[in-house]
């Protein structure tokens, strides 16, 4: 049996799409390729050009492919999570099986039965999250295959979204003439990368995902997927004021607001950081001068997630996982730590190849859904192994005689001998 698994894991953002192909292989992941493409099309997270995204959608996948040597057919989606929430059900299965043992097909059975669950017309069933088992009166968060039980007792997390948004997005990614393995909303998928389950046990742990156009906030307590919200602010915004105000092209402008620009102006200087010709004349913009530019659209975001997280802050004790595109904001974390009591922490990931916070819902894509995977199709890839196989099948090659390091280390040798 082959214990190696590829997939492909797509995140469709607000000015780029983001793929990430990478493998299981005996329990280890490895990162094979990643592909970013600009894109526009999205407005406050909803598709407005659907052409332009199925493009672009396309270009990265035959990037990834003709890379790889392989045709990507199928990926893991991850959706925003507008007006995500969740449906918490217990369901009874009764085991009728000769042997009474709990199977696998016992747990799959709950699950359908959730999924049965009522939900308002305007939402969709994203996931359906088993979080712990009861059997013979012992309650688990680990699945009970094999134990003896009559019945099997299981707590489901339904977690639902915006029905819109989220059509649009796999419409997209099949015009584009891939197949959906699955979807995730992207606050799930960073909590399950990042372990926040099990940190939220003791704590309440808020997924702050900061992009251009968007900030996303969810909960994470007692282990479990709590809330989310949305609001339709990012750090675009304060780009935009130094393209405004200095008229700047929009890259260079978000290259100063990540790098150069200090969110505590206290700590700035007024010596020049960036110098260009304007109508012929040279122009220069100081520390200070571009601090002072956006710190009105910075307080204001500040005073949102002031609002948004005070009252989780004072139910108990509570840590704020900064994430997304924003993370690359030099300061961004001590900014936030400042105006929050709670503890701030910025989170990147640990795999080789994508070290960056950009890419922490995209891959966290791959351990939601290594979780289930036994529940749904556990043969599934997102290419056609055997053709993967054969394009990275190893071939030696006959090493020249002449030019092999050891001949030469002889050569130099006997040479030296002789003279």
């Known amino acids: 049996m082959n214990n190696k698994q590829i997939f492909a894991a797509l995140e469709i953002a607000d000015h780029e799409i983001r793929l990430i192909v990478g493998e299981f292989y005996n329990t280890r992941f490895n990162v094979i390729k990643v592909e970013r493409v600009e894109v526009s099309g999205l407005s406050n997270l909803h598709i407005t050009n659907d052409k332009s995204i199925t493009e672009a959608i396309k270009k990265a996948v035959d990037n990834a492919s003709n890379k790889i040597g392989a045709k990507i057919e199928k990926v893991l989606l991850s959706i925003p999570s507008v007006n995500a929430i969740r449906i918490p059900v217990k369901v009874n299965v ?89 979807i995730s909303l992207d606050s799930f998928a960073i909590a399950k990368e990042a372990c926040l389950f099990e940190q939220s046990v003791s704590q309440n742990v808020v997924v702050l995902k900061l992009e251009r156009g968007s900030t996303t906030f969810a909960l994470i307590k007692n282990g479990r997927f709590q809330n989310c919200e949305v609001i339709e602010k990012g750090f675009g915004e304060w780009v935009g004021k130094i393209c405004d105000h200095y008229k700047l092209p929009l890259d260079v402008a978000t290259r100063l607001c990540k790098y150069n620009a200090k969110l505590d102006i206290k700590q700035c200087v007024n010596s020049p950081i960036y110098i260009w010709a304007n109508n012929g004349e040279t122009a220069t913009i100081s520390e200070l001068q571009l601090s002072e530019s956006i710190a009105k659209v910075c307080d204001e975001w500040i005073e949102m997630l002031n609002e948004v997280c005070t009252p989780i802050i004072d139910s108990g004790p509570t840590q704020i996982i900064v994430t997304g595109e924003g993370t690359e904001i030099v300061g961004i974390e001590e900014y936030i730590k400042q105006k929050l009591t709670c503890a701030v922490k910025k989170y990147t990931p640990e795999t080789l190849g994508v070290r960056s916070a950009t890419l922490s819902s995209c891959l966290g894509l791959f351990y939601a859904y290594a979780d289930l995977h036994l529940l749904l199709n556990p043969e599934v890839n997102s290419m056609d192994m055997d053709q993967f196989m054969e394009t990275v099948q190893y071939k030696p090659l006959k090493a020249d005689e002449e030019n092999t390091l050891t001949n030469k280390l002889k050569t130099m040798l006997f040479d030296s001998k002789n003279n």
């Open 94 to 182: 009764k085991n009728n099986s000769i042997d009474k043992k709990i199977t696998i097909l016992d747990i799959k059975n709950a699950i359908n039965k959730a999924m049965l669950t009522e939900i308002d017309d305007k939402l969709a069933l994203i996931n359906a999250i088993c979080v712990k088992y009861t059997t013979n009166g012992i309650t688990s968060r680990r699945m009970p295959l094999g134990e003896v039980s009559d019945d099997l007792n299981v707590h489901i997390d339904l977690l639902c979204a915006d029905k819109k948004i989220a059509f649009e997005y796999a419409q997209c990614v099949e015009r584009a003439g891939v197949e959906v393995i699955d």
